[in-house]
């Protein structure tokens, strides 16, 4: 059975940092572009991030670029997402998705964790 497992979420006050986790079992992260996803209440789901197969490239929305790095440990079949200077508007339930190489759309969704940026 497929999972990805977010943790790392959290309270954390404006300008502090969290590091999200995305574990998965039963498929290997490496073979698979990794995305990550927010939504807020009230909200659409935006893309915030994502990794290619071979960390060839990445990608960052506008509202996190040099805030935020995505990066995998492929020996821990781990990606991580590393949120620095957070602002009250990162508040949101983050997710993680598999893409995989020669797919046509996110195969594999985690639960979510909620991070809320507040003082």
């Known amino acids: 059975q497929v999972q990805l497992v977010e943790s790392g979420g959290g309270l954390v006050q404006p300008g502090g940092s969290l590091r999200l986790s995305c574990a998965a079992s039963g498929l290997t992260l490496a073979y698979y572009a990794i995305g990550w996803f927010r939504q807020a209440p009230g909200k659409e789901r935006e893309g915030v991030s994502c990794i290619s197969v071979r960390d060839e490239s990445t990608y960052y929305a506008d509202s996190v670029k040099g805030r935020f790095t995505i990066s995998r440990d492929n020996a821990k079949n781990t990606v991580y997402l590393q949120m620095n200077s957070l602002k009250p508007e990162d508040t949101a339930v983050y997710y993680c998705?598999?893409?995989?190489?020669?797919?046509?759309?996110?195969?594999?969704w985690g639960q979510g964790t909620q991070v809320t940026v507040s003082s």
């Open positions: 998705a598999a893409y995989p190489k020669g797919g046509s759309k996110y195969e594999y």
